[in-house]
């Protein structure tokens, strides 16, 4: 044998490797695109059953500022809500509906926003804190 066949043979080899990796890697690629699918198409199914707890648990005008408002602007606080209303159904501590006032007391409880009174006095344009009026006039 001469070295042109040795080095032809090794190259068939060294091709055949590549296009087994080569294969290898589009399978692997394949299987993940297809977990990836699943894992997606159960977060969407996730997703629905819980639109569809709150649709169940909030009134009309509560299910509206939760999806108009709660849930594009503060996701992360819609979705401490979703699960905390959830835990209170599997509890069976939720008596009634929320109402969309109950929904922004949550939602400021979780933010630690703290209640503010505003006053609008005769003469002021816009409500004013009372807070803040009450110290305007202090100093």
Known sequence: MTDDDELEKIRKKRLEQFQKRLVNAKEEESK???LEEER???EGETEEAKLKIMKAVLESDAYIY???E???K???VAERITETLIYLISQNQLRSKLSRNDL???QRKILGIGPTIKVKFQGDE???ELSKKLKEENE
């Open 40 to 42: 997606k198409k159960k």
């Open 126 to 128: 816009k409500p004013v």
């Open 74 to 76: 503060y996701p992360k």
């Open 70 to 72: 709660l849930k594009p």
């Open 104 to 106: 922004i007391v949550l």
């Open 32 to 34: 993940q695109k297809l």
């Open 66 to 68: 939760y999806i108009n």
